[in-house]
């Protein structure tokens, strides 16, 4: 899936659609650590339209934010789609970045 | 007019079929000229004996025979497997237009006027090679590549019974134990396990690693390995907590081509009919109790297992009544799609656990797959494991 982008005050937001799994979540990591390696330090990955994340697309997930947070930034997800949010409560995922409802959430929360 | 040699175009073997001698003479001579082999057939049945024995690559067919005419034997062309990849060009009169096209209905590729013309004959045989020899190049890669894709399932196959040779035996005593364990066509690297730690402690895990394949399956039977009978030592294995802090610290997921798993951890000890347990990033286990009161899900906190080096895995514990039921399982078990769209989830698992909790205990062991593959339209994407503890 071709990654939509935008900023948000200082924050990089990306948006992602349909399945995140084996076939998707390779394009989806390099554009991710891509924007990393460009310089972004926080990231919100909105996620209302993705219906399904494999356990192969939360890692995706988890490596951007590991090394978000290791370059003193971090990573958050908003829109979780029912299935997909128990899916990240079950993987306990929230230890390494949380899960709002809406962008604007994690944007007041950020400052 | 010698031979002309073209060196990066080698003749191929023609078929020439034709009932008057002259003209598959004349056909023979022109064609060696250029290069070609040539066999010959006297009619429609004698061209099929030919080709039954020697690899022709282009047939030159008239279209008027007496006994099996030309549209015959292009009809019993197009019906064999190989035959019908042998270009064939039709021979015939000037004013014969009529039956040509209804041979190139049939099958035939091309056509040629007698008298012929030296320079058609020779254009038209060239590019019937061509196409002859680049349909038997897709031919072999075709063959080649369901081969491998052969090869491959088998390998799949092999890697998920060695997974399931590892899994214990039923246990049966006061405490019962089964599972059930049904790999998907992928191999989705699931594995489970249960084993006495001691006279009063049973250990009781089941684990997920990320991602499917042989690769996925590897690494499950590398941590059945570190938690088999023995391997931790006493006190650890006796802590679910300190378990999987010590599988995370063993099996980082960048050393292991960043595949991350998730693992349920239990020890029940008889004694006191205490269920210690940890989580790490799997579904809850689902405790029933007995006489149909509401199930409890068994969590606690802890992240998916080798992503994170600072992890904490807490330990909870709960009181086990006697006939209550613990279902341990792998979101396989529950993520499937249904025909209308909606996902089968867990919840809608925890309702079929309920009805399985109330049969009469048997001897045939563990069948929830059988309830959910009943549901219509679902199918098993991912590994199926499902691991039952009857108290």
Partial sequence: MELARRQERGVEVVVLQGRLDAFTSNAVEQQMLGLIDGGVRRMIVEMQDVGYVSSVGFRVLLVAAMRLRELGGGLAVSGLQPAVREAFEFGGFAAVFPA???????LERWG | MGLTS?????????????????????????????????IEAAGGAQALEALGCAPVDVILLDIMMPGMDGYEVLERLKAHSDWSRIPVIVISSLDQMDSIVRCVELGATDYLHKPFNRVLLRARVSVCLEQKRLRDQEQRQYRALEESQERLRAELAEAAAYVMSLLPTPLRGEVRADWEYIPSASLGGDALGYHSLDADQLAIYLLDVCGHGVGAALLAVSILDALRPGALGEATAADPGAVLATLNGRFPMERHNNMYFTAWYGVYRRSTGELAYANGGHPPAVLLPPGGAKPLRLTAQGIVVGAWPDAHFETARCRVEPGSHLYVFSDGAYELARADGTLFDYGGLVELLQIDAARPATESGLNLSQDIARLPGDAFEDDFSMLRVAF
């Fill in chain 1, 100 to 106: 709002f409802a809406t962008s604007n959430e994690v």
């Fill in chain 2, 6 to 38: 073209r060196s990066h175009d080698p003749g191929g073997l023609v078929l020439v079929v034709d009932d008057v001698a002259e003209n598959r003479e004349l056909l023979r001579r022109r064609l060696e000229r250029e290069g070609h082999m040539v």
